[in-house]
């Protein structure tokens, strides 16, 4: 029996508040990472060793396991010129692919409408999680927005009619000021019809799902979980994206960071055994991102806002390994104490828009921009 290759699907796992990349990626050779790390600092013999220069925190061996499968792809130094520094700005562009001005469509929902521009699946694109990431927002593509799947919608968290009225303006008025009021009401009216279609439709994903898997009970395991469900209902979604929060460890980092990393590293574990049991892995892949590192020397008990970060992708067609290069610790090197990107954003985002899904890259990520050879 001969197998057909289903479309490729894309899970985007947003790390929310600025992941640590020097305590991610460990450059546990490196003198001056302990030098700047007196406090927030591994210990060497604590570090899963990667290569002869690299490693990655304690809380991560079940990325590891999937990095000694060649499964996982790290991709360093990526940013963007001129870090504002800012959660709420840089989050924008990276899903804006705007840096020189406020965006009003995301990358991923272009990447949804080039994929189904005729609108013909209402679950092309699902967020798991509450609210709805700018990456996913561009007017006449529907989105779907599930908390859980025992319930559904935009905004689902809250049942009261009224209420949730209230909450839409409240987010209309809170985008207004700086996307245009005509635009949020443009998108609240072109989408929201569409995404309460999609509340029956999605709710069979449970009824024809069963698993050996065993997931955590973290958030972002959960959100795996139903991610994995509605995957396997096989109801033509290309787009999955959740998040996890809060990587802003300006404080209590020693302790915050590796729990963090902990969930993801067995929430992301499970969710490709569960694919590995069913046999449905292969037109998946995972990418990993955060808005920015974090600065280069600690402030006690944490880090700071910070510039240059690292990317992964994971899955059976990525091609594993260390993609670029890791920026220079050295003070002469650093910005405003920060690691400088040397890799833009926007190609790591052409590689999966080109070599994965197919599409002309140029009108999602705004231009052109140097692909990495980390996809089958």
């Given amino acids: 029996m001969t197998s057909t290759k289903k479309d490729p699907v894309i899970v985007v796992l947003q790390l929310t508040g600025g992941n640590d990349y020097m305590n991610t990626v460990i450059p546990y050779n490196d003198p001056l990472y302990y030098e700047n790390r007196p406090n927030v600092g591994y210990k060497m013999e604590d570090i899963i060793k990667v290569d002869d220069t690299l490693g990655f925190m304690p809380a991560m061996g079940p990325i590891k396991e999937m990095y000694d499968q060649g499964k996982v792809a790290v991709i360093h130094g990526i940013g963007y010129p001129d870090s504002p520094r800012s959660h709420f700005r840089s989050m924008d562009i990276w899903h804006t692919c705007e840096p020189d001005k406020v965006g009003t469509e995301g990358w991923a929902g272009r990447v949804a409408r080039e994929l189904d521009p005729n609108k013909e699946n209402v679950l092309t694109a699902i967020n798991f999680g509450h609210g709805l990431p700018r990456a996913l927002a561009v007017p006449g593509v529907p989105v779907a927005a599930i908390s859980d799947l025992g319930t559904y919608g935009l905004l689902t968290g809250i049942s009261d009619q009224d209420q949730r009225a209230k909450a839409l303006d409240l987010f209309s008025r809170m985008y207004s000021p700086t996307v245009g009021g005509s635009f949020v009401t443009d998108y ?3 989408t929201g019809t569409e995404a309460m279609i999609g509340a029956d439709i999605v709710k ?21 979980r139903d991610i994995a469900q509605v995957y396997m209902a096989d109801l033509g979604t290309r787009v999955f994206y959740t998040q996890h929060a809060s990587f802003d460890t300006h404080a209590g980092e020693y302790a915050a960071h590796p729990a963090l990393w902990k969930d993801i590293s067995e929430g992301v574990s499970a969710f490709f055994e569960d694919l590995k049991e069913h046999n449905t892995g292969e037109n998946v892949i995972m990418y990993l991102f955060s808005e920015f590192g974090r600065r280069v020397r600690d402030n006690g008990s944490g880090t700071d806002h910070g510039a240059a970060g690292v990317a992964f992708a994971i899955g059976n067609s990525v091609k594993g390994g260390m993609y670029g290069e890791y920026p220079s610790r050295e003070a002469k090197d650093l910005e405003q104490g920060d690691l400088v990107p040397n890799y833009d954003f926007r190609g790591a985002y052409t590689t999966i828009v080109e070599d994965w899904f197919g599409l002309d890259s140029t009108p999602i990520v705004n231009g052109n921009f140097e692909k990495m050879g980390y996809l089958k």
Avoid: D, F, K, M
């Fill in 188 to 190: 609240l009216r072109s």
């Fill in 204 to 224: 069979v994903a449970p009824e024809s799902y069963s698993s050996n898997v065993e997931y955590p009970s973290s958030a972002i395991a959960q959100h795996l």
